[in-house]
T-cell receptor
């Protein structure tokens, strides 16, 4: 089975722009979660989507949004980019069949904001 | 708020030796899950081992085992017969039962020396 894939792998944007990141989960996985990884803050949960609905949300401003499609693929959007948004953005997928299935992570999208 | 603490930012171990990585967490909940993930340099994060809080028996996966002390809220990872490929950042994570919002520690950078 193919693993979690994320596109693009690298992005460079300037302040004020917006960006969309994409995540394709492992086949059969219906839940997709997004995390932001930075050297200062570590790994922080952004949100989780299941059945095209946001199920959980972390403590991030409204500039961070996401959605999930009927094929379970997910996109994350960040509007009005700030320098502090530079980070590795990881998505993780899981079956979501039991109380807490293991999450499997993708390689990440490294976003640099100039 | 739930927190996960990894008090060892960096560790090193000689090849074939045993090393233990520490993790403590703070929660008032009774049903939760604990994980150790490994993130090799420039590579994606992979699950090392998982422990259900309701299970008293410590989880093991080949050379990896945990020492789960629920009362002390401690979840350490023991790596036996360390190999060069074990060089990575190791993250401890916690999730309450029924959610897919993982709380991560700040990580321990492990270097295995030849």
């Amino acid at each position: 089975k193919a693993g979690v894939t994320q596109t693009p792998r690298y992005l460079i944007k300037t302040r004020g722009q917006q960006v969309t990141l994409s995540c394709s989960p492992i086949s059969g996985h219906r839940s997709v979660s997004w995390y932001q990884q930075t050297p200062g803050q570590g790994l922080q949960f952004l949100f989780e989507y299941f059945s095209e609905t946001q199920r959980n949300k972390g403590n991030f401003p409204g500039r961070f949004s996401g959605r999930q499609f009927s094929n379970s693929r997910s996109e994350m959007n960040v509007s009005t980019l700030e320098l502090g948004d530079s980070a590795l953005y990881l998505c993780a997928s899981s079956l979501r069949q039991s109380s807490t299935d293991t999450q499997y992570f993708g390689p990440g999208t490294r976003l640099t904001v100039l | 708020a739930q927190t996960v603490t990894q008090s060892q930012p960096e560790m090193s171990v000689q090849e074939a030796e045993t090393v233990t990585l520490s993790c403590t967490y703070d929660t008032s909940e009774n049903n939760y899950y604990l994980f150790w993930y490994k993130q090799p340099p420039s590579r994606q994060m992979i699950l090392v081992i998982r422990q259900e809080a309701y299970k008293q028996q410590n989880a093991t996966e080949n050379r990896f085992s945990v020492n789960f002390q629920k009362a002390a809220k401690s979840f350490s990872l023991k790596i036996s017969d360390s190999q060069l490929g074990d060089t990575a950042m190791y993250f401890c994570a916690w999730a309450t039962s029924g959610t897919y919002k993982y709380i991560f520690g700040t990580g321990t950078r492990l270097k295995v020396l030849a």
